[in-house]
Each structure stands twice: as structure tokens, then as C-alpha cells.
């Protein structure tokens, strides 16, 4: 069991330490990174990629709130973000007509009100259970949530939703947010005041006992806690978050429509934040970048890239619970050992017999697709720069011969992993750096 | 003849039980417990497998809700209240199975069992390290249990007698004035009983303590007193002395051990 | 009026038999695993368009028979293979790897048979109505689904409490470790119900593809009414669920049928909100408006009132 929770790369001790030195440096290199990057991305589908991740790092953080660090699983933690993106709107459309001096800087502040007003309103009742219950509910008042905005049109629009115009508002420094490289600076200084806010969260006393309700609700029962009030408090702040998101991307859109409550939205964002790594406070952020730019650039390349979502999502549920954050953090302890180098050596060797497998896995999915529904457009396909038929028997012998000679060889080369993964863990232990 | 004032005043027990019932059920496990705990004294609970010893400290920390009777935390009756408030009236518990916050390290696992009573509750706008005091005092602790040197790692990864020791901790912590321990020497080597003995002996200084135990040692080392629960009723309440003279006791549970 | 309200209990138990079809595996699997099954609706659709597939080259009987069979066997596979392996990892991992396999079925069923509704029909054996109630025909199928939702619980009922495979199931279900120390095959047993408990899933779908649309949206609309009939009855109790079932099953068909609004029932007092407010709008909706939404508000009741559902007892 020791083993299991030390390599597994769960919260551990790490994260304490990282608090306990509380470098000023590295918000001050992150902010120079932020403002930097468009210097180096100057395309219009850059920009846009980089606020979109902008928006994404911040609703995947507050996300983890709720799941990494409190450990409550939700289902529908959109409503927030919809209902901050809603509030947006009609915020700068009431600024605009009723000729108020307040900037678009600060419109955000509006979804992050009404996130927190109705995280506070939904949340008493969502918190009274907790577990695979409290899931349920949340996805019950989403689905109520998404339904309602349809009913009420005044408010929400209908199926169009309600638009805005982010350059009528105050400006600052003649700044009037029409081209999206404003727009990516304003989220971008968003972001990084969320960032640090949150992180600044984790050391409060609120939010070291998030992290106990989460490791063991009854036992912080009798250390005088009442674990639905901190879970209560953690959904209220998670939701605040999530409706600056919401602010932010309405902005970003100049739009707010019922597709933001959808369960896609919902289950974007969880997959983010568990790709990423719910046990480390970074995890969100990469798991955040990691699947906007995916999502981007691979519903130009597939059609059926929500596919390769979903089973990217269940291969890290079964073999790596910890995210991209737990892998990398699992081998702190080995690279500070200095024996990273012959390990990483071991897995470029496991990497052949698993790309073999994913060529084979992409050439089945993507013939079938061409198969399936889409056969009435015929079924001549394109890959990697060959056409070729979806029914010929040698496509589908050659992905036969993919799956099934990569996933042995990938078996024969786990064994060397497994074996090289040890001696590095032994070295390491050595050193006093791991346990 | 008129008693004196100073007599006359009634002297609050730290805890009290009265006619306590816990059924499950048609089952009936605690079956009209009386029990009175004065202030400081340290009472250990004895009896054979499954008398209920486990549910009554369920009762009393407000883990159940009892069936029939009534139980009083310094003259207040706790029947009703959910556990946390009762943890917050004083009263704290250790668990006979290892309960602690494994992916938290040892230092975190001891400060988050001081937050609530140096005021600290749910703030969330103020860091954890602000208050020098908790570090102090977790310092403190962690030297009494004698887990500074573990105090960065996960303790999930401690060993098992590393985690009784540190369960004691997290009980103790918080200041708590009546301190309820479940087994806590349970599947301890010699060694390590002594040590934890030790250890309970200066914790429970001036506090009121209730521990729950099979190690006849440790009991007849430790306790003022010793109440003996068979089948869910209290045969037999007293000293040492007096326990280990009363045939009834005798007879239901000591003639069974093999200390 | 008589008619509408004989004709909406007659759908309103079919409806809620049918989502006792579904819940009952679920709360099955819960107990015995703890685990909820997110995917369980998406077992529900792969019947539902199995049934279609294999009555288009075989019939509807055919499919009858093979579609839940196949359904219960990839409920099998995917117990064996991926579930068992999630389960170290706790019930959060559990239920997220259910999530994503939800997520992995629809868009397999998009790519295999697109998004739009498919043209799942009657059985001609059963294409007749029924009786007729004063005015409104009553088809026989519908009759066809009362009869077979019952013969299965019956059938169910009878196999858990008087054979000797249903005594181990019960066992199982509440202590696993007991029954595996006897000797009996737990991982088997915990295959075998999730199977059975998919192949419920897949029959409720090869029979309510006829009668409802059978599109790849199926298991995103029900799933979450599924899941509320199991919080609402209590999480883990049968009857709570057949309970709960039949309750949202005629609220929402009774719902369905009322075309009446707050303007409607207020319109003699000259109240008129402005259309296009907050208060218009809710002043003007029906009721058959938010039938879709009427389970969640009776969620939130419940939560409200007693948290741990109907029936319920424990936290999970």
C-alpha cells in the first residue's frame, strides 16, 4: 500500500513543501511568460488558442477545488460557468446602454458574482450528500439548470443567447478590446490573479482542511470540523471561479448561449482537470492547456476526435489515476537522484511497441467511421498522405497486425520497464530521496 | 447534622452515561450502561470480544445515536449532537482501526487536529502559517509522539505502530479535556506498548481519559479505575484492586486472558 | 378527460416499468459493487440499436433474444477488463472510468450509426391496437412491453430469492468477502451480475426502441433521470427505486398531458406580466413545458427533505 501511494504521485508531502517556500519568482516568471507568449504566437488561431487555454486554466482550476482538493466528483459544474458567462453580458449590456464608466477589465467581476450567488443558492443542498450521491446531483440540477435556460427567454435568450459588444465600454489607455490580442491580455491578467488566488487558497487554514475532509471526512469530524460546511464553502469559492471563466469566455465570444450549461461542457472540463492531474495544484493548468490545444488541432485532422477523447480519458482512469502532474511529479525523487537518464531510455523503448498500437487503433477507428455512417459519401479515405479504400482486407490486416504485434511487443518491453522503473526507485531510495 | 458548603457542592463528572441503549436492529448490543467518569481520572473499559466496548465510544463521541439514555459531557447532556460539536465541547477520540489523513504528511495530519480549537475554523483569508503558535504546539506534539523526524512524509507510508502513535496525536492535539482511546496499543510489540504507555500516561495529565484496552498490563498499569463490559451491561465498576478480586469478573472475561 | 388520465396511467407505469428496468441492474450493481454504473443508460442504447441492427437482417424476435445477450456479454467484458482493474483505485476512479465509457459508446454509436434518429418500427405481429379507450386506440405493443417488463421482474424476483445462485447473489451483495471465503467464486459472481445487469439495460432498450425514438442522444436524455430515480428512491434499495420510477414515470407523462400554464390558470384576475421578462416567462410556461424537468425539481425536494432518498438509509 505504501508503495501504491508513494508512486501513484498523490498529494504528498510535495505540495506542502512547494508552500512552504512561497516563491515570489515564479509569479513574477510566470507573469513575464504570459505576457511574452504572444510575442512568440503572433497569429490570429494563436491568440485565440492561447485565450481560450486562458479560460480553460482558470474553470479547470476551479474545478479542482471541488475534486483534487475536496475531493468531490461533480457532473455539472458548467451551471457556474454558464451562469457567470450570462451574467457578463448582460452586465456590459446594461454598462453600454445605461452609458456607466466601468471597464471591460472589470466585467468579469459579474460572473464571478453570480457564480459565487448561485454556487450559494444550489450548493446547501448539493453538499448535504457527498460521493457518487453528490455526482448524481450535480448532474440533476445541470440538466435542470440547462432545461430552465431554454424557458426562460427573456433572460437567457432561447437557442441563439444573448450577444454583447466587448468595445463599447469604458477604455482604458485607448484600449477598446476589439482585437484579440487585447482580449488575450485581459484574460490573461485574469488568469493569473486566479491563478495565484487559488493557489493562495491551499494555504489558508479553509483550505488545509479541504484536504482533510477529502483524505478522511469522519476523522475531521472529530478533529471539530463539519465536513459539509467546508465542502459547502469550497463549492461556493469553486463556483466564483468557474463564473469568472464564464465572464471571461463571454467576453472572449461576445456571446452567451445554453451550449455553455451542456454536459459536454461539464465533461470537458472534468476531463481536463483529471488528464491534467487532480492531485497537484499544476495538473489543471497542463491538462487545461493540453486539451484545447488537442480539441483545436484535432477536429481539423478527425472527425471523430471526441472519440480519441474519451478513450484518452479511460486509458488515464486505468494507468494513470494521477495525470500528466502525478507522472511527472512521480519522478522527481529520480531525476534529483540523477538516474532519470537510463530510465527514460527504457521507456523510448517501450514507445515503439505502443505507437504501433496507436497507428493501429486510429487506422480501425477511422475506417470504421468511414464505414459506418458516412459510407453513403463513399468510402475512399486519406492517411498519412495514402488513399486507399475503408474495405480493403489489406487495411484491415495491416491494423490486425498493428494491434496485435504492438500489444505483445508492448508486453515483452512493460517487463524491462517495470525492471528499470525499480532499480531507479532503488537508487533514489538509496540517496534518502524516497521512501 | 448540616454537611458542610464546600461538600454540599455536586461535583460535575467529566462524563456521565445513563441507562445507555444502542439497538441495531432486534439486536440489542448496549443494554442499559451506567457510567460515571470524574474529572482526571483515567477509567479503562475491559470485556470479551464483541460486549460493545467499539459502540459505546460510538455513542459517546457521537459517531450513533443512542436508542434509550442519556449521556453528559461535564453536566451537558450530547445525546443529539452530531459528532463535530461534541468534539468541540472537549471531548476527543481515537479509533481501534488507524483513522488518519494519509495522503496529508505527519506535521499536516497533527495541525489540522489544532485548527479548529486555536480559532482558526474556516478562514479562508488568512494563511495557515500566520498563527506562529500552531507551529509550536504541532512541534510539541510531534516530539511527544515522537514522529519529528517523519514529520514530511505522507503518512500513509508510516508504519503501523508510526500510526497508532500518530493517531494518539491527532486525539491529543486539540486539547481536548476527555480523551477517549479505542485499543490504542493494539497489535503493538512489547517495546512499543511500553512506550505507548508512557506516552498516554503524560498526555492524559490532568485530563480526564477513557481508553479501551486487552492488554491487562496496560490496563492495571494505567487505570484509577476499570469498568468491565460484558454482553453489552456493565457486570462490574472499580479499582483495580476490586476488579481483579471480583469473581463475576473472574469468571465472564480475566479467567479467558492469558497475561 | 376519464380517457386522458386512463390513457396517461397506462403510459405513466409503462414508462416508469421501463426505467425500473433500467434502475433495478443499476441498484444491483451499486450494492453489490458500489459502484454506479454512469454507463448503464448507454447498455440501454446499445440494445436499442443492436435490436434495430439484428431485426433489420433477422426480425424483431430474433433481436428480442440476441441483442440483450450481447449487450450482457460487452457488460461482461467490460467488468472483466476494465472495471476489476479501476477498482484499486477507489470509487471516484470507478465512476470516472464508467463516464468515459458512456462518453467512448455514444460516439462509437454516432460513427456506426450516425446521429439521427433510426427507423426502429413495430413488429408487424404486434402493429394493432389493443382496445380502445372511448376514442384513443391503445396499441398492442405497448401492451407487448407492460406484459414482458413484468414477466422480467417476476422472473428476476423469483431467481434472487428461491435459487441458490440468487441466495449467493444477496450474500455478495452485502458481504463479499464472507461468500468469497466459502468458497464461492466472487469475481465470477461480480461479472455475472453486471452482465445481467447491462442485459436488463439492453432488453429495456431492444423493447422501448420501437416505441421511442431510438437516436444516439438516447442514453445523454435518460441517463440522468436514471440516476435521479436511484437518489430520489435511495441509493441502493429496490423498492425505492420501483418506487421512484413509477412516481417520475407518471409525473412526467401525467406533466406531459397538461397544456396549462399560470396565465391560463390566473387568466380571469388581468394579471399580464410583460412577455418578454422573467416573470412573463415564467408566468406563460406550461406545464407540459417543464415535464422534462420535473425529476430534478423532485430531486431537489427530496434532497431537501430527506437527503438520503425515500427509502434510503446510509450514506453512501
Known sequence: MSDAIATRGATTAAQTSIGRVAPWGVWIAAGLLLAGLPLVFRSGTALTMLSLMGIAIIFALSYNMLLGQTGMLSFGHAVYYGLGAYFSVHAINWA??????????????????AGLLFAVLFGWVSTKRSGTAFAMISLGLAELVGSSSLILRSFFGGEEGVTTNRTKLLRLF????????????????WCLLSIALMYALT????????????????????????????RFIAFCLSGMFAGIAGGLASINFELANSALFSAVQSGNVLLATFIGGAGHFVGPILGAVLVTYLQNMLSDVTEVWQLYFGLMFIATVMYAPGGLAGLIMMHGPIWRAGALSKLLLAYAVLLVPIALVAVGAV?????????????????????AGITFDARSWLAWALALILLLAGGGLARLAWHRVA????????????????I | MSAL???????????????????????????????????????????????????????????????????????????????????????????????????????????????WSTGEKYAFWRSVEANPEIAQRTQQVLSEINLIARKDLPAGVLTYAEQRALEIGITMAGGANVILLDEPTAGMSHAETERAVALIRRISEGRTLLIVEHDMSVVFGLADRISVLVYGEIIASGTPAEIRGNPKVREAYLGEEAH | MAELILISTLNGVLYGLLLFLMASGLTLIFSMMGVLNFAHASFYMLGAFLGFQISRWAGFWMALIVAPVLVGLAGAVVERFGLRNVHRHGHVAELLFTFGLAFVIEELVQIVWGKSPVDFRTPA??????????????????????????????????????????????????HPHMVAHLGHNVPFVFMSVFGVGAALAGIAGVIAGPALVTQSSMAALLGPILFVVVVVGGLGSLQGALFASLLIGLLQTFAISINLSLSDIFAGSGFTPEPNTLLGDLWRVSVAQIAPILPYVLLILVLIFKPTGLFGNRET
Open chain 2, 5 to 115: 458548603p464546600e461538600e454540599r457542592r455536586v461535583r460535575v463528572a467529566a462524563l456521565e452515561a445513563r441507562g445507555l441503549r444502542k439497538n441495531f436492529g432486534p439486536a440489542e448490543i448496549i443494554r442499559g450502561v451506567d457510567l460515571t467518569v470524574p474529572k482526571g481520572e483515567r477509567h479503562a473499559v475491559i470485556g470479551p470480544n464483541g460486549a460493545g466496548k467499539s459502540t459505546l465510544f460510538n455513542l459517546i463521541s457521537g459517531l450513533l445515536l443512542p436508542t434509550a439514555g442519556e449521556i453528559r459531557l461535564d453536566g451537558a447532556p450530547v445525546n443529539a449532537l452530531p459528532a463535530y460539536k461534541i468534539n468541540r465541547r472537549g471531548l476527543s477520540r481515537s479509533f481501534q482501526v488507524t483513522n488518519i489523513f494519509p495522503k496529508l504528511s505527519v506535521w499536516e495530519n497533527v495541525r489540522c487536529a489544532m485548527l
Open chain 1, 203 to 230: 494555504r489558508t487554514p479553509f483550505g488545509r482542511m479541504c484536504n482533510a475532509v477529502r483524505d478522511n471526512s469522519e476523522r475531521a469530524q472529530f478533529v471539530g470540523y463539519n465536513p459539509q460546511v467546508v
Open chain 1, 96 to 113: 453600454i446602454a445605461a452609458k456607466l464608466p466601468i471597464p471591460l477589465l472589470l466585467m468579469p467581476l459579474a460572473g464571478g458574482f
Open chain 1, 419 to 434: 525492471a528499470a522503473w525499480d532499480r531507479a526507485q532503488g537508487v533514489a531510495r538509496e540517496k534518502g530521496l524516497t
Open chain 3, 125 to 174: 405481429l404486434l402493429d394493432f391496437p389493443a382496445f380502445t379507450v372511448f376514442a384513443t386506440n391503445y396499441p398492442a405493443y405497448k401492451l407487448f412491453m407492460l406484459v414482458i417488463s413484468i414477466a422480467i421482474f417476476v422472473g428476476l424476483f423469483v431467481m434472487l430469492t428461491r435459487t441458490r445462485i440468487g441466495l449467493i447473489v444477496q450474500a455478495a451483495l452485502t
Open chain 1, 363 to 383: 487506422l480501425v477507428i477511422e475506417m470504421m467511421t468511414h464505414l459506418g455512417v458516412k459510407a453513403a459519401e463513399g468510402t475512399t479515405m486519406k492517411m
Open chain 1, 174 to 189: 485607448d484600449w477598446n478590446f476589439g482585437p484579440q490580442i487585447q482580449v488575450y491580455y485581459l484574460i490573461a491578467a
